[in-house]
């Protein structure tokens, strides 16, 4: 996949030092870009390594502090050594608070058992978050630091290709309501993104595909070059930095127009979410990922999109292919309990005073926020899935 560098005024790039690592000879280069929003401006880095010099990033932004690493059970095992070790060169005292893995731990208990351990850990205003994990950790930490202390510096360091492309990037934070996911939250900024894409390496293939979902995401809504590209890549030759990078290039230009979700235009990237969220609600987030979850979302989304935006059936068609090729679903299980995908629809962010606002999409690299999709368009595209 080849590298793509764009000029934009939402952020800067900048390239350090080449890098080759194991089999698949990662066409690397460790990569800062800046990131600017509104009154917030903050580093992504994206690179091998990057585990080993976090209190040294950290240091260049924030002098020597108390720091609150949150990770989860499958996650602090494998990195949270390294991080507390490089911390602990620059200078930072940092102490571990590990939760449960899984989406179970996004709650409004689990937030405030964090804040609790870190009030007994003498954290104070002057202290830092750090999310080691992915997605629900980055949420769970992201929205600790935003409410702590009346909010405090968070730092992102994801450990999935989800989160890298997609999660840690924006500021959105929060946790899981009964009725449904991400509805209690802040949108509260990091100061500081790390990418290791060493740590990729270390994922299963299922939790790599549901990172390519988000990727898949991006290329329909924004980007048809990167969607051909991913028509033809290698999947055993990924050059995972330049790809992070370029995910994150579409994600800093819509949050940079939209940045606390009131135009319209973030809503662009919910593509799939809509039904993606219910069909995770109606599973109580067991048994499939955020990623598979949304892989369905975006199949029923095309649908509409057939009907209701002009999006020609090859290109539906086109779009199902390559979820298939990363191994992602594109159909619902037998006897999948398709009404509670409707129920948890109501309480979808999108719609405004129980009106359905639906994004679809009228060409690969193209989409809008709609107001014509009807209950109905959504029921049959969900009954077809």
């Known amino acids: ?103 179970q731990s996004k709650t409004l208990e689990q937030t405030g058992t964090v804040c609790e351990q870190m009030l007994q850990e003498s954290l104070d205003r002057q202290s830092i978050v750090i999310g080691l994990g992915g997605g629900v950790i980055g949420d769970l930490s992201g929205f600790v630091a935003a409410i702590f202390q009346r909010g405090i510096p968070n730092v992102q360091i994801p450990t999935t290709l989800l989160a890298m492309v997609d999660s840690s990037i924006g500021g959105k934070t ?9 509805l209690i939250g802040a949108i509260h900024q990091p100061m500081l993104v790390i990418d290791d894409v060493e740590i990729l ?16 995401k991006h290329a329909i809504i924004a980007d048809a070059e990167m969607f051909r590209q991913l028509q033809d890549v290698d999947l055993n030759n990924v050059d995972f930095a330049s790809l992070i990078r370029r995910n994150v290039e579409i994600k800093a230009r819509i949050v940079a127009n939209d940045e606390r979700d009131r135009n319209g235009e973030r809503a662009l990237l919910n593509f799939g979410h809509t039904v993606g969220h219910g069909v995770e609600r109606a599973t109580n987030y067991q048994g499939i990922s955020h990623g598979e979850a949304v892989s369905l979302g975006m199949v029923a989304a095309c649908d509409v999109s057939i009907n209701k935006a002009g999006l020609p059936e090859k290109q539906r068609n086109a779009i199902v292919d390559l979820l298939q090729k990363f191994e992602l679903p594109t159909k619902l299980p037998p006897n999948f309990p398709r009404q509670k995908i409707f129920d948890a629809l109501k309480f979808d962010k999108k719609f405004e005073r129980g009106e359905i606002r639906f994004v679809v999409t009228s060409k690969i690299g193209s989409a809008n926020l709609s107001r014509d999709v009807t209950m109905d368009d959504i029921r049959t595209a969900v009954g077809a899935l």
């Open 174 to 182: 929060g946790v899981n309501a009964g009725a449904g996911k991400n």
């Open 201 to 216: 390496k270390t994922l299963p293939s299922r939790e790599l595909s549901q990172g390519f979902a988000e990727i898949i």
């Open 1 to 103: 996949m080849e590298a793509r560098f764009v000029n934009s005024e939402c952020f800067r790039e900048s390239h350090g030092f080449p890098f080759r690592s194991g089999k698949n000879q990662y066409r690397l280069a460790v990569i800062s870009i800046e990131f600017r929003t509104g009154q917030h401006s903050y580093l992504v880095l994206i690179g091998p390594g990057l585990l080993e010099t976090v209190g040294e990033a950290i240091k260049e932004k924030l002098a020597p502090s108390r720091i609150a690493i949150v990770s989860d059970t499958n996650v602090a095992p494998l990195f949270a050594e390294p991080v507390k070790k490089s911390l602990t060169s620059a200078g930072f005292d940092s102490v571990l608070i590990t939760v449960p893995a899984g989406e």
